[in-house]
């Protein structure tokens, strides 16, 4: 994210006072003909708002609401600031998961995107061939001793 948001182009309709993209006429004459200030319009917009950020923007915002470590809520909070642009969804599907598509200029969110999907579908990271890619997530168990220890010792 540090290195930018993936943007793509987003279809919209929209009537506006000035002429932008396509001029929708034939909607125009039949639904408001009277109107002649304002057009009907169909347009692409260069938008980050596209499903792939939606995704994590939903990821963001739970990890958030369930950490505790101040550490992980800097960097989440960071994270939900810069995905600010993007629509807040409420609930993520599995349907819609499976329909982004990883193109070469956001081929790089794939592992990113994986992790997302962990947390959404509440899985965990399974090790199999195949076309499925997973990646490691490991501990050093030395440290994660001591620091239980720690912990123990003090309370």
Same mark, same amino acid.
């Given at each position: 994210m540090q290195r930018g948001m993936a943007h793509s182009y987003i279809q919209k309709e929209d009537t506006l006072p000035v002429m932008r993209g396509r001029w929708r006429i034939e909607y125009q004459l039949i639904h408001h003909p009277h109107t002649k200030h304002l057009f009907d319009l169909r347009y692409n917009e260069f938008s980050p708002d596209i499903l792939l950020?939606?995704? $994590?923007? $939903?990821?963001?915002?739970?990890?958030?609401?369930?950490?505790?470590?101040p550490g992980n809520r800097r960097l989440l909070s960071d994270l939900q600031d810069w995905l600010t642009p993007v629509?807040?969804?409420?609930?993520?599907?599995?349907?819609?998961?499976d329909q982004v598509v990883f193109t070469r200029l956001i081929e790089r969110y794939h592992p990113a995107f994986n992790i997302?999907? /962990? $947390?959404?579908?509440?899985?965990?990271? /399974?090790?199999?061939?195949?076309?499925?890619?997973s990646f490691a997530f490991v501990f050093d168990m030395n440290v994660l001793?001591?620091? $239980?220890?720690?912990?123990?010792i003090k309370r």
């Open positions: 950020n939606q995704i $994590f923007r $939903f990821t963001v915002d739970n990890l958030l609401f369930h950490t505790q470590d629509l807040k969804k409420g609930q993520i599907s599995s349907q819609e998961l997302a999907r /962990m $947390f959404i579908e509440h899985s965990t990271p /399974m090790l199999s061939s195949g076309k499925t890619t001793f001591e620091q $239980f220890i720690a912990q123990f």
